[in-house]
């Protein structure tokens, strides 16, 4: 019985130890096409348009509107889709799009717009033509320079790290409409063989195939 219930023993560890490996490997980032690791810096304007017929934002929550004095206040939720152009001017050429959200994360019940942004900046022409930045962090609307992370990314983009500097170019504190200069600062893998977007693409045919070519699995590579 002793010699049965070691071999059961041995025989559960050595499965598991199987099981831990099938999971998960080490590779190099070559095996993947990602040589070449490159800093980039992108600089663009970010329009938040809360008034008039072509508002980019939308209150979807505020539980304490109208029961403080400040004008957006502790816990309200913003949805935005906000144009990116490469100039302040509303006119300049569109260069993308911010989604996502911020939320307001301050209890003074003043002016002072204290938030926690977290969106993607999608890319809709030139170099990188279908490739998005993720970025989530503080922003305190009333420093001069605010500084934001950039938690990761897709298509040329893939693997990214880095951070933007968001510098106010005009604002109306009081209706809320902002125009932002954003200056990004970003590394990727600038060499990333099949798989890197193509600029000459149109902006809905991604030069890219959200990592299915990266699957082993015959069942997974179909999805």
Known sequence: MLISKTFLIAVTLFASVVAAVAYHEDISPSSLGFVEEKLTHIRFFFHDVVTGPNATIIIALSPLMGKS???????????????????????????????GFYTMVTQREDIDLELVMGMTITFTSGKFNGST????????IFDPV????IVGGTGAFRFARGFVRAKTYTVDYYKGDAIVEYNVYVFYYANQGSVTSSSHHHHHQEGFSNGIEFMNDPLLSKI
């Open 146 to 149: 605010r500084e934001m992370p």
């Open 133 to 140: 930045l993720s970025l989530f962090g503080r922003n305190y």
């Open 69 to 99: 004095k400040a004008p957006l206040p502790f816990g309200s939720l913003v949805m935005l889709e906000d144009p990116l152009t490469e100039g302040p001017e509303p006119d300049s050429k569109l260069i993308g799009k911010a989604q």
